[in-house]
C-alpha cells in the first residue's frame, strides 16, 4: 500500500506561481512514475507531468516551458514547481504514484488561478 499527501495549492494571480508538494508513504520501494494531473470543474482530469525513478519526465504540450516536475527520493517528495500560472488552469491538483500493479491517487490541492 502507498499513500500519497498534496499539499501547496492556493489561490495566485494570473502569471504568478505556486510550488505543488506530494509526500509518499507507505511500500514506497514499489513506486515507479510518481505525477501530477489535474481536473476542472466539468471537465476530465488530465496528465500535467510525470517523473520516473530514474528522473525522466514528461509533460503536457499546454505545461512546457513553465511548469517543472522534480523528485527528490531520500524524501519521498515530488514537487510541480508552475510558473506563469493562468485562469484556466484553475483546477484540482492530484498526485499519482504508479506501483507495478496499481495507482495510487491523493485526494488532490485546489490551486486557483485569478485574471
Known amino acids: 500500500q502507498v499513500q500519497v499527501v498534496e499539499s501547496g495549492g492556493g489561490l495566485v494571480q494570473a502569471g504568478g506561481s505556486l510550488r505543488l508538494s506530494c509526500v509518499a508513504s507507505g511500500s514506497i520501494f514499489s513506486i515507479n512514475d510518481m505525477g501530477w494531473y489535474r481536473q476542472a470543474p466539468g471537465k476530465q482530469r488530465e496528465l500535467v507531468a510525470v517523473?520516473?525513478?530514474?528522473?525522466?519526465?514528461n509533460y503536457a504540450d499546454s505545461v512546457k516551458g513553465r511548469f517543472t516536475i522534480s523528485r527528490d527520493n531520500a524524501k519521498n517528495t515530488v514537487y510541480l514547481q508552475m510558473n506563469s500560472l493562468k485562469p484556466e488552469e484553475t483546477a484540482v491538483y492530484y498526485c499519482?504514484?504508479?506501483?507495478?500493479?496499481?495507482?495510487?491517487w491523493g485526494k488532490g490541492t485546489l490551486v486557483t488561478v485569478s485574471s
Open positions: 517523473i520516473s525513478n530514474g528522473g525522466n519526465t
Open positions: 499519482n504514484a504508479e506501483t507495478w500493479d496499481y495507482s495510487y
